[in-house]
């Protein structure tokens, strides 16, 4: 059983708690969260209570605790790169929220200093679990479809307005927009299946705040060149209701992942045929990864299952994106 700490109880904080132990659910084998870190802690009292959490203002504190064997980060983006590092120096293996980081330099750091530690490093893109993800990325790689020639993806999120949080909003923590907490989730399932990012060009649109409270209504949509030699679209409609999907072509058909559980494939000559998957708990199934990988290394051997070329190609394509947003211009994508 990995003892673990959460840092940050806002909403994704208390969504993992909730995936290891909530009630009324059997609680996870692998993993518990014994400790939290909060800004202010009369405002988690009784959920802290009711998970069995310790509660505390300290990062420092937990990482100097010899009964928390590992982190999960669920804080402002730009915290996490520093706050890794913190987590290697301590010895303790960490699973952060995406983004890695905001630059490509600064997760260059975070996966050295966890690498020269011997720690876990593992990154949330629980999307990646998603039954209709999994089996999108395996028919990719079956080479079924032929030569690889584009691919699609759409997210939209109305949970950016359910959830409204004001650090979202502040460019410092969002320089992608909506792209840099939930767009980035189909970036990395591109990049997964067809390689690095090579050059990217982005539009997007912006419109008055309602009310002048909540977040900015927008529409974002980026064309990627793959340094493979695919092409991309990605775009996302903030206020729209939950919406995912991710299509990619070839040369003998094509595999379209819809939402969580749904995936069609498109064949030359052939109806479409359509699979709904069972339902999974992809956080659970994350924090479950996470923990076997950290028992592992305790044995001297395992490691996160995403390669490190794959989170920092992740990371290198945002920041394209970033960069693309303010300049209005094609940007080269730097080499993870």
Request: hydrophobic content about 45%; charged content about 20%.
């Amino acid at each position: 059983m990995i003892r673990a700490a959460v840092i940050g109880l806002g909403r994704w904080g208390r969504n993992h708690v909730r995936a290891a132990q909530a009630a009324g659910v059997a609680p996870c084998a692998a993993l518990r969260f014994t400790r939290a870190v909060v800004r202010d802690p009369a405002k988690s009292a009784d959920y802290a209570s009711t998970h069995g959490l310790a509660l505390g203002t300290n990062l420092d504190e937990v990482l100097a605790d010899p009964a928390i064997d590992a982190v999960v980060l669920a804080t402002p983006n730009s915290q996490h790169a520093a706050q890794i590092e913190a987590c290697a120096r301590a010895g303790k293996s960490v699973l952060s929220e995406k983004p890695l980081a905001l630059t490509l330099d600064s997760a260059r750091g975070a996966l050295a200093a966890c690498e020269r530690a011997g720690v876990v490093l593992a990154v949330g893109h629980d999307k990646r679990l998603w039954p209709s993800m999994q089996s999108l990325a395996e028919i990719v790689a079956s080479g079924d479809l032929g030569t690889l020639l584009h691919v699609e993806g759409h997210f939209s999120n109305e949970n950016a307005r359910n959830f409204h949080t004001s650090w979202r909003e502040d460019p410092a923590e969002a320089p992608g927009a909506s792209l840099t907490g939930t767009g980035i989730h189909v970036l990395d399932a591109m990049i997964r299946m067809l390689g690095p990012v090579d050059r990217v060009r982005v539009l997007h649109r912006v419109l008055p705040t309602p009310g002048g409270e909540g977040p900015s209504p927008d529409a974002l949509t980026a064309t990627v060149e793959f340094a493979g030699g695919c092409t991309g679209v990605l775009c996302g409609v903030r206020p729209t209701p939950l919406f995912w999907r991710v299509h990619v072509f070839g040369t003998r058909g094509s595999a379209e992942a819809i939402g969580d559980n749904e995936l069609v494939v498109r064949a030359s000559g052939q109806p479409p045929r359509r699979r709904v998957f069972d339902r999974v708990d992809a956080l659970r199934l994350q924090l479950e990864a996470f923990a076997v990988a950290v028992d592992r290394r305790a044995e001297g051997s395992g490691a996160w299952p995403v390669a490190p070329g794959e989170l920092l190609g992740t990371v290198a394509g945002a920041e394209a994106v970033f960069a693309a947003l303010r300049s209005g211009e094609t940007i080269a994508a730097a080499r993870p």
